[in-house]
């Protein structure tokens, strides 16, 4: 159903995109316009792929993301406004390729664009929340209080709470299927401990001829918040869904991460020499930042990163805000994320990979292992940068760590090519996009 609807939004996208282009040829050269058309689409082309990709930065497909009409007419002119500036800089920087006159051009179809994707995403998310799926949630726990609670507030996910049964002696004993078929309810989502009383599994099964899909709660979380609600999950569940060994992904993964680390290395040799004099200047003590992390199948590697903080400094094992001991210079090395630079090496040695969960120095991976189901992180390599860190601020306490291990686990649970494509991009956002 998401998955649907973000494709929607997006093609929707494209066919307005090239809509624009062709009222600004019609607009501009109503006497050949099959021909200046046939002219200005390629060139545009390339334009719109940066147009998209910065429509996804500006989180312009998330639909956890709620709107107001006016907060869409803001975020669409500002994502437009930086679409046209690097346009702009890409047909100066390539003009022989681009061989257009930008300004008024870019101007118009910005401005068209602007309208027509305004208009039918107003109406394309008033349409969302006028056909959103009837469901029914059955038991109950506190994650699915929070749950019911976020659908009902975000009717732009797609989803319409009709009914609530909490006590499970009500499945069996009332008319389930005629108060379902009385709300129109399509979809059931069954608390995982209910899947386990004999009586309950029977009362459900009976809804399926009425042609009501149901879904275990876990799964239907997973797919709402893109992670793994661990309270409600059992080691069977793990054992069902959790893939140790993934040779072709684990070789691929492999080759492009030596491949990438040695030409980002070879690039970025020159500023890391530069930064590694300026960190040198603008405090004591050494350029270079090591420390024991855990890696893979819990073993124990060094991680280089560059030094942000003072070298005698002391204190908690979490970076705090407004940390006293971070340096000037290194507040500005941990905002642009040029401190991780140095772990190219490790990454290219295979201690950890660009994407996976965070390294964990020991102390804390200690204190952490006593979460459930915590070791299930150390299935894979842990990364540069991954789905816990982009979809959720860094831990400073044990409740935090705890959440940022369900985003872990899903990522070992849904690690592939693809996914691991989506935090990169998601990354590129988060060091070039301010935080709103």
């Given at each position: 159903?998401?998955?649907?609807k ?21 607009l ?6 099959t021909?200046?058309?046939?002219i200005?689409?390629g ?14 930065l ?5 639909l956890k993301t709620?709107r ?6 803001k ?5 437009i406004l930086?679409c046209g500036?690097?346009s ?6 390539f003009?022989?390729f681009f ?26 998310e008033?349409f ?20 019911v ?38 979809l ?5 401990s209910?899947?386990?009383?004999i ?15 149901v ?13 793994v609600p ?28 030596v ?8 690039i ?19 350029a ?11 073993k124990?590697f ?11 400094a ?5 970076t ?25 090496w ?37 990364g ?8 959720y ?6 409740e935090?760590?705890?959440e ?5 686990v ?5 690690r ?21």
């Amino acid at each position: 159903m998401q998955n649907l609807k973000k494709l929607t939004l997006f093609f929707n996208d494209v066919i307005l995109l090239y809509a624009s282009l062709a009222l600004m040829v019609l607009l501009r050269y109503p006497d050949g316009f099959t021909l200046q058309f046939n002219i200005h689409a390629g060139p545009f082309s390339l334009l719109f792929v940066i147009w998209l990709f910065i429509f996804y930065l500006a989180d312009l497909y998330r639909l956890k993301t709620p709107r107001t009409s006016a907060q869409l007419a803001k975020t669409l002119t500002r994502t437009i406004l930086v679409c046209g500036v690097t346009s702009i800089v890409a047909l100066y920087l390539f003009s022989p390729f681009f061989a257009l006159t930008p300004k008024t051009n870019l101007v118009l179809v910005g401005i068209f664009f602007l309208v027509l994707t305004y208009l039918t995403r107003t109406g394309l998310e008033r349409f969302m929340r006028a056909g959103t799926y009837a469901i029914a949630f059955l038991g109950n726990s506190p994650l699915i209080t929070e749950t019911v609670a976020f659908l009902e507030k975000n009717q732009q996910t797609g989803y319409r709470v009709e009914l609530w049964i909490k006590d499970a002696s009500a499945i069996v004993a009332d008319h389930i299927p005629e108060r379902m078929r009385e709300k129109e309810v399509r979809l059931v989502v069954v608390a995982p401990s209910l899947l386990e009383d004999i009586p309950t599994v029977n009362s459900i099964y009976s809804l399926l001829p009425f042609e009501m899909d149901v879904v275990d709660f876990s799964d239907f979380y997973e797919q709402v918040f893109e992670k793994v609600p661990l309270s409600e999950l059992s080691v069977n569940w793990f054992l069902e869904h959790v893939s140790t060994r993934r040779p072709f992904y684990g070789l691929a993964k492999r080759t492009a991460d030596v491949i990438f680390s040695f030409m980002l290395g070879v690039i970025l040799f020159p500023l890391g020499v530069l930064l590694g004099i300026l960190i040198r200047l603008t405090s004591r003590g050494p350029a270079i930042f090591t420390q024991k992390r855990t890696g893979k199948s819990n073993k124990r590697f060094t991680v280089v990163k560059f030094r942000t903080m003072r070298a005698s400094a002391t204190g908690p094992l979490w970076t705090e805000e407004h940390d006293t001991r971070i340096t000037g210079f290194g507040k500005f090395l941990r905002a642009t994320h040029l401190d991780e630079i140095p772990q190219l090496w490790n990454i290219f040695k295979g201690d950890i990979s660009f994407t996976g969960p965070r390294p964990e120095r020991i102390e804390l991976s200690e204190q952490y292992a006593k979460f459930p189901y915590y070791e299930m992180r150390h299935l894979v390599k842990p990364g540069l940068t991954g789905w816990a860190q982009i979809n959720y601020r860094p831990s400073a306490s044990l409740e935090e760590a705890y959440e940022k291990l369900c985003y872990d686990v899903y990522y070992v649970k849904n690690r592939s090519l693809f996914l691991d494509f989506l935090i990169f991009l998601r990354t590129v956002k988060h060091v070039f996009v301010p935080k709103r």
